[in-house]
């Protein structure tokens, strides 16, 4: 089985692989279609929210940044 991981993509979507479960905000657990490999929208524009339906290529979604210098939130 594939470590798990998440790949921020290029002006796009998290893709997320390796069996990593996902809940709401609620502690439901969600039951994506593939779940040892899943997309969650990063953009705002999917119509599948958490999943990203590509709809950032149309919108035209610039993701451009630099994460390594990104301080992390503060968590609440
Ligand atoms: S990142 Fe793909 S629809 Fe938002």
Do not use: W
Request: glycine content about 10%; aromatic content about 8%.
């Amino acid at each position: 089985m594939a470590e798990p991981r998440i790949t921020i993509r290029e002006n796009g979507s998290y893709r997320v692989e390796g069996d990593v479960p996902l809940f709401d905000h609620l502690g439901n657990q969600l039951h994506p279609a593939n779940p040892s490999g899943y997309s969650l929208c990063r953009c705002g524009a999917s119509k599948n929210k958490p999943f990203c339906d590509k709809s950032h290529a149309e919108a035209g979604f610039d993701g451009t940044c630099n994460p390594k210098y990104l301080e992390p939130p503060v968590a609440g």
